[in-house]
């Protein structure tokens, strides 16, 4: 085991550990959450980071998620392993399988399911959400799904699913400066990541430990990195690794994020969630901004607001 090292400067790497999240009700999985997190909540445009698994579907009835809504951001869900059905608002019906990525653009708002086929032993895999900036947050809501393309770095293999990197590039559509990659690595190997110096970035360790750049970090951590880094020097340990690094541009924007919905201000939330529950939950004949999602069974009702004002999170220089 790699030790952890003192508490890292800012030009250094922070790790900022997981909690642990029922998803979708009591029978479902839990994930284990690292983004937003107190004092991060954003890498990049990346807003969210739930990784999951893996879990014996037959043994947990692994991912069951009813339809819900989102709006102001894109999903991308990355398997490592397993099979998913996405069925979504404007149409989609799509089997999620790794090697390829999912890219659900909510804009102005869409509602989706996801669910875990039974024909998959082992669900595993990671769900990531993108603010989308104010010029882009109402567009009309699509989805896509795209095999990933793959690239060789010294002994590690590279899946870029968003963004580009070493040469290659994801075609899934993106609206402010972003990547996202798989990495794995044999044990005992090294190699090194060159990344963009104007993004800061994230590399959560799925499987096994490494050090980057010289620091420890080992499975379910994320592994932060402030802009101003250019490459990533990576060594493994004992064992084979996993890794999914996230990075983008600093997003300045003020975000308030609550439930499914990502907006500018409190008041937008409660809008957002009167129409869904208005439209959807309670049943009007008119489908509004989320529509309808082919799903046998009931979508999932939004919470009881809090009761306190929702604000904007910022990140802050230190974990503290
Ligand atoms: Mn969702």
């Known amino acids: 085991m790699f030790a952890h090292g003192v508490q890292s400067t800012l030009e250094g790497m922070r790790i ?16 284990r959450r690292t983004l937003p997190q107190r004092g991060r909540s954003t890498i990049g445009a990346w ?11 037959s043994e947990s009835s692994g991912m069951v998620v009813p339809p819900h809504p989102h709006t102001g951001l894109q999903t991308v869900t990355w398997l490592f392993a397993g099979e998913i059905e996405h ?19 909510a804009g102005a708002g869409i509602s989706h399911s996801e669910v875990s086929l039974p024909t998959s032993t082992i669900v595993h895999g990671v769900q990531l ?14 989805f896509e799904h795209h095999v990933a393309p793959r690239v060789a770095l010294g002994d590690a293999q590279v899946t870029v699913f968003v963004g580009a990197l070493a040469g290659v590039s994801s075609p ?20 090194v990541i060159p990344v963009d110096a104007t993004f800061e970035h994230g590399i959560l360790v799925d499987a096994g430990e490494i050090r980057v750049n010289g620091e420890a970090a080992t499975q379910d951590e994320l592994a932060f990195f402030d802009v101003g880094t250019k490459e990533l020097r990576i060594q493994t340990g004992e064992t084979a690794v996993r890794l999914v690094l996230i990075g983008g541009t600093p997003f300045t924007e003020e975000l308030v994020m609550w439930w499914n ?60």
């Open 16 to 31: 900022l550990s997981p909690r642990t999240v029922p998803l979708g009700g009591v029978r479902a999985m839990t994930v």
């Open 47 to 57: 807003c969210f980071l739930d990784h999951f698994g893996p879990d014996v579907v």
């Open 87 to 105: 069925r979504d608002s404007v149409g989609s019906r799509q089997l999620i399988a790794p090697g390829s990525v999912n890219l659900m653009t």
């Open 129 to 142: 959400w993108v603010a989308l900036p104010d010029a882009d947050r109402h567009v009309a809501p699509f």
């Open 172 to 191: 899934a559509t993106t609206f402010s400066p972003l990547v996202g990659i798989e990495i794995v690595a044999p044990a005992t190997s090294s190699f």
């Open 261 to 320: 919905f990502l907006g500018r201000s409190h008041d937008e939330i409660v809008a957002f969630r009167e129409q869904w529950q208005g439209d959807v939950i309670d049943g009007g004949d008119d489908v509004g901004i989320f529509g309808h999602v082919d799903y046998d069974g009931l979508a999932i009702p939004a919470p009881a607001m809090p009761t306190v004002i929702l604000r904007s999170r910022r990140n802050s220089a230190s974990a503290d």
